[in-house]
């Protein structure tokens, strides 16, 4: 019989689990329901005690790992708390978050304890055991996997459960003791990676995709950098929208050519970008190349303005595709929007 | 002062990004049709590893590069005929499967094995770099892997920017969410870093470093052991391309008033 133990942790608050950790309670009570298995939530906080009301609800075993090294997230302190608490548990499945913390450090405790880890699980099946559906060649091909040997870690994409969501109350907590290695690495905080505006926003409903075709000439023969910056600024502040780039234009920094200032690697969708997923993407001056449909591969409604009526991602790949001049469109869709703010 | 560094980039071959792949499930397992024929390049955020690992190791003298990739001999000449003129390095080859099906446990543990054999390492002075997930399985977990049988449990994941300081520690940005890095101190090496993109262009095809560092590939080439991967329990109930082909409306007769009207509604829309 299956033992199912979900990791998580807190936010960046500490006083909370993070929302990918919620959707991985989600996927657990789910997964033990199925199989008729025992449920067990671990925590790793700074103070576990705050961060397991959210979960008080759900009638679950809950085993943490609390202490002022837990409200880091560094590998030789995050490492240890999750073996500990996989031993404590017996579990033979460990469902977790794919957040950057638990992606950094479970296939570690994996080996640890003799396990095995597969990632960027998207979905999970099966009748009397699991099946997990991950993507392979960054989103190209789809794949259902098993295995016979446990434990058994399966790493959950972010957006791919709802985030469990039980009333707040105080809940009997296992305090899970673990032996701190001495400590190498001192996590001194974060950087944002440019002054003044953030422009990636996981939790935005749309994605708003930059080609390179900004920073090209335009009719009238001069690039117009600046002019672009301030409508694809002028979109993002009236939209919310997350701003994703292609590989193309955020190369073009180091190549000495024009550049949108707020563009980093960290924009970048695609091949060696992210895949973010977003209810909605609006696709502008980009063009062609499989690559640019795989950062795409998990937005839901998406549409397209681009020049290039024959454009290959776009056909079969967008819902509409609107052959024109994006300096306009984006212009006049801005100004509508600052109207109806009005 | 400079700290001298023996850096390890562990990087596999990936089909050229361009290429477009069907899967065929043959008598070992899921693989990618004329997967053996399909143009290959260094996997890309290991690439960015390895330009990262050769700015590092120019800036130390006395620093040492080794390359570590596992793939079929003959793809790994074809794609090392042009990374070999990027960058100064020592390449260890290890003759074994491509492609993004075999498992990480086992591919990490054949890395393992071979790291632990290069002669002349200094574990104190390792630096174990590669990318932060390859493009074929995409898992972001064999890194680690090596690192835990290594020993090694200092590790960074998503990193684009690691600055050594004199005294050995160094400074790593992550990428963590949110469009934001994570900033941490390390005392030193050994570490484990797998890089995003970093911030480096890729340098540009340089002939005699090219010819250089051939003298060496080549007899590694020759030299190279092969390797077996155990499936570790893995198996493949499907393996299949993604269904969905929308049905797109190409608009090419309305204005752009007319257009943003109707992106104003659509962006509205719940």
């Known amino acids: 019989m299956e033992t199912i133990l979900v990791l998580t942790h807190a936010d960046e608050n500490g006083s909370v689990l993070s929302k990918a950790s919620l959707e991985a309670v989600t996927a657990g009570k789910e997964v033990a329901a199925r199989l008729s298995a025992p449920l067990a939530i671990g925590i790793v906080a700074k103070d576990a005690a705050a961060a397991a009301r959210s979960v008080a609800s759900d009638g679950a075993r809950v085993l943490a790992v609390s202490g002022e090294a837990f409200g880091q997230a560094r590998y030789a302190s995050d490492v240890v708390a999750a073996e500990a608490l996989c031993r404590a548990a017996k579990a033979t499945i460990v469902l977790a978050p794919g957040s950057s913390r638990f992606t950094r450090v479970m296939a570690g405790v994996a080996h640890r304890l003799g396990g095995f880890i597969d990632t960027h699980i998207t979905a999970l099946g099966g009748k009397e055991t699991v099946e997990a559906t991950r993507w392979f060649y960054r989103q190209r091909v789809e794949a259902v996997i098993s295995r016979n040997v446990r434990p058994w870690f399966l790493l959950l994409d972010a957006g791919t459960h709802a985030a469990y969501a039980g009333e707040s109350q105080p809940v009997q907590i296992e305090q899970v003791a673990v032996n701190l290695p001495a400590l190498r690495t001192t996590v001194s905080g974060f950087r944002a990676p440019q002054q003044g505006q953030q422009t990636i926003r996981p939790d935005a409903k749309m994605l708003f995709v930059a080609g390179a075709g900004w920073t090209k000439k335009q009719p009238d023969g001069q690039v117009h950098v600046t002019e672009a910056g301030e409508l694809i600024l002028g979109f993002l502040r009236a939209t919310g929208a997350s701003l994703g780039s292609s590989k193309s234009l955020v190369d073009q920094g180091g190549e000495g050519e024009s550049v949108l200032p707020f563009l980093t690697h960290l924009n970048q969708i695609g091949q060696t970008g992210s895949t973010p997923r977003h209810q909605k993407g609006l696709s502008t001056c980009c063009h062609g190349e499989e690559p640019h449909v795989v950062g795409w591969r998990f937005i839901g409604e998406r549409r397209a303005i681009s020049l290039d009526p024959n454009c290959g991602w776009t056909r079969g790949k967008a819902d509409v595709v609107y052959v024109a001049d994006a300096f306009p469109v984006i212009a006049k869709v801005n100004a509508l929007l600052e109207a109806k703010k009005a | ?270």
């Open chain 2, 1 to 270: 002062m400079a700290n001298v560094l023996h850096i390890v980039v562990c990087a596999g071959i990936v089909p050229d990004p361009l290429q477009t792949l069907e899967p065929v499930t043959g008598p070992t397992g899921p693989g990618l049709k004329n997967e053996m024929v399909l143009p290959a390049v260094l996997d890309p955020w290991a690439a960015c590893a390895l330009y990262e690992a050769a700015a590092l190791a120019a800036k130390n003298p006395g620093s040492k590069l080794w390359l570590v990739s596992l793939g079929p001999k003959a793809k790994l000449q074809q794609v090392m005929m042009t990374v070999a003129q990027k960058v100064p390095f020592e390449l260890v080859p290890i003759d074994g499967p491509i492609g993004g099906f075999p498992d990480a446990h086992a591919t990490a543990a054949v890395l393992a094995d071979t790291i632990n054999a290069i002669p002349g390492l200094e574990r104190a002075e390792l630096l174990l770099f590669g990318g932060w997930e390859s493009a074929t399985r995409g898992a972001g977990v064999t890194l680690q892997l090596v690192g835990e049988r290594l020993g090694i449990t200092d590790q960074f994941q998503g990193v684009d920017e690691i600055s050594l300081r004199d005294d050995g520690s160094f400074e790593v940005l992550e990428r963590v969410e949110g469009g934001k890095h994570q900033v941490s101190v390390c005392t030193g090496a050994p570490a484990v870093l797998g890089w995003a993109t970093g911030n480096l262009a890729e340098p540009r095809n340089n002939p005699q470093i090219g010819m250089n560092n051939m003298r060496t590939i080549m007899p590694a080439l020759a030299k190279a052991t092969v390797a077996k991967l155990e499936p570790n329990g893995l198996s493949y109930v499907s393996v299949s391309l993604p269904k969905q082909q929308r049905e797109t409306r190409v608009v090419k007769d309305m204005t752009p008033d007319q257009i943003a009207a109707e992106l104003v509604e659509w962006i509205g829309a719940e």
